[in-house]
């Protein structure tokens, strides 16, 4: 066996910041709070106010954002993204190896750990937790973990997990990978994660799920037997998640001290909020990348590269980050710089050029036939402004273009029945690791792009197998140079800017990469 240590990168940004707030009761997407609570019940509260709904409370079958940050709260997982250099560090696990063939990974666990309901944790969570991915395909995250043979305890305190062939992300996939208790879960199954007044989630992380009301706030207090406190102890009371749905609402409510911290901030806003008396703003550049996807089948435009190169050339990534998007970095590479795979000596921006666009538009079939162009609403900031400045670049370079701007889910849906030529989205690098995006998106194209790479898929399976962080490297560089070359299945415009704004006197926010914001070990300086 040898020693894997920490040699995978991962990278992730420490953020340390200092707020200062009055919190509030209430929620809903309506509700601002009205600041009285902490005082009547002589709590030291902390509110986060973001604009997504809970919907449910599996963690294993849930992949945004919103989801990943609350689970922080309430669960551990193996390892997390924190050690010295960002690199991969223990969390619940003490040490692993693999083998030298990669299809086993031996992790010794922590002891003495309890979960909130009392449960020991030990390898029997290991194994009830992944075996329950095998056991159920269909959950958000088993898509996740397609080389996962099995899993097994080897003593009380170690557990092997089994791969059907090598996989090089496999640590990166366990940092969002949540611990269960395995009598629970034998006991309850899937109702294990419902959240009502008779059962609540149950981890060993540093807060314990209290109250919930759909569509309003869901509430945690403080563990104090929580293992991992060290001299981090948080001196909140109680955590609020409070869904504010509204731009406006959350934004009043971090300007009168009814909310501590807010998401989504808008462009609009976000200036405005900086000459607010006690409030902070803070722009991230994380991981996430605002694309352009290709329809390539069934004798539809993009499946001529010259024709896809001409969108390359006709947009202008530069003027859309400064006067459109609001902020960013032009892309020069599919994956932004801090992500595995990233290629410093060959990265760079694509030139905008419009007589070579039209040039390379001349080059194909294209007879002025139009050009079906879909966008979500309410998923990356000025989404309607920088849909229509792309299709005016379009325009301008000699595509017709009729540009459908929907409800979520509503694009969802039509970007999953494959009824487009164009569409504009985002996506995020989880923890600074591109295997799930080019694995679903790709690879398995997901979003029905119908684009086929013989050569890039290869070397995304390719990648998967290499355990060797140096060697896999190199082939995921590999990776994006075919892509980037090909401006297929997506185009990337550029990395997005996340702004929050936050109240002064606050210390303890960890922000990852790809901007999941860990406030599990938050403190907030005396009133």
Not at 149 to 173: C, F, M, R, S
Not at 277 to 283: C, L, N, P, T
Request: charged share 25%; proline share 5%.
């Amino acid at each position: 066996m040898k020693k894997s240590g920490l040699t995978k990168k991962v990278l992730c940004l420490a953020l340390c910041t200092v707020m200062a707030v009055m919190t509030g009761c209430g929620g809903g997407s309506a509700s601002s709070g009205t600041g009285s609570s902490q005082k009547a019940e002589g709590e030291n509260k902390f509110v986060f106010a973001g604009p997504n709904n809970i919907t449910q409370w599996d963690p294993l079958n849930e992949n945004k954002t919103n989801a990943y940050m609350l689970s922080k709260l309430t669960y551990n997982t193996l390892v997390n993204p924190y050690g010295e250099n960002n690199t991969i560090q223990p969390e619940l696990a003490t040490e692993w190896s693999v083998s030298d063939d990669g299809l086993q990974w031996t992790f010794k666990l922590k002891e003495g750990v309890k979960f909130h309901n009392g449960e020991d944790f030990n390898a029997d969570s290991v194994v009830a937790t992944l075996q329950r991915m095998i056991d159920n395909p269909t959950l958000v995250h088993a898509a996740f973990w397609p080389s996962l043979e099995g899993v097994e305890a080897q003593d009380t305190y170690t557990a092997v997990i089994k791969l059907k062939e090598p996989w090089g992300a496999l640590l990166n996939q366990l940092i969002d990978t949540p611990m269960f208790p395995p009598k629970a879960l034998a006991e309850k199954g899937d109702a294990l994660f419902e959240f009502n007044e008779t059962n609540k989630p149950v981890g060993t992380g540093p807060w314990i799920a209290d109250k919930w009301t759909p569509g309003q706030d869901a509430e945690f207090v403080r563990n104090d037997e929580y293992w991992d406190w060290g001299n981090e102890k948080s001196n909140v009371d109680r955590i609020v998640y409070r869904p504010v749905i509204e731009d406006t609402t959350r934004v009043s409510g971090i300007q009168t001290g009814d909310l501590d911290m807010i998401d989504a901030v808008p462009v609009e806003q976000a200036d405005m909020l900086t000459s607010v008396k006690g409030v902070k703003v803070e722009k991230l550049l994380g991981s996430a990348i605002v694309h352009l996807g290709f329809r390539t089948a069934d004798g539809r435009v993009f499946e001529d590269v010259n024709a896809r190169q001409a969108v390359n050339h006709a947009l202008n990534r530069e003027l859309l980050v400064q006067s459109i998007a609001g902020g960013g970095e032009a892309s020069d590479w599919p994956a932004p710089k801090g992500v595995f795979g990233y290629d410093k000596e060959n990265a760079k921006i694509p030139e905008y050029n419009l007589d070579m666009a039209k040039d390379l538009l001349s080059k194909t079939s294209y007879a002025g036939e139009e050009i079906s162009f879909i966008a979500p609403t309410g998923v990356f900031a000025r989404n309607k402004e920088v849909a229509q400045a792309v299709l005016a670049m379009l325009t301008d370079a000699g595509f017709k273009v009729n540009l459908e701007i929907m409800e979520n889910a509503a694009f969802q849906e039509r970007r999953a029945s494959g009824n487009y030529d164009l569409y504009i989205q985002r996506y995020p690098y989880p923890a600074g690791d591109p295997d799930s995006v080019i694995t679903q998106r790709w690879l398995n194209d997901a979003h029905k792009s119908g684009y086929v790479n013989e050569e890039m898929n290869e070397k995304i399976l390719e990648q998967k197998r290499e355990s060797d962080p140096v060697k896999r490297e190199q082939i995921l560089k590999e990776v994006f140079a075919i892509e980037w070359a090909e401006a297929a299945p997506h185009l990337a415009l550029y990395q997005q800017v996340t702004t929050l704004a936050y109240r002064e006197g606050i210390t303890g926010l960890r922000v990852r990469i790809d901007n999941v914001f860990d406030y599990s070990k938050v403190s907030k300086a005396a009133q």
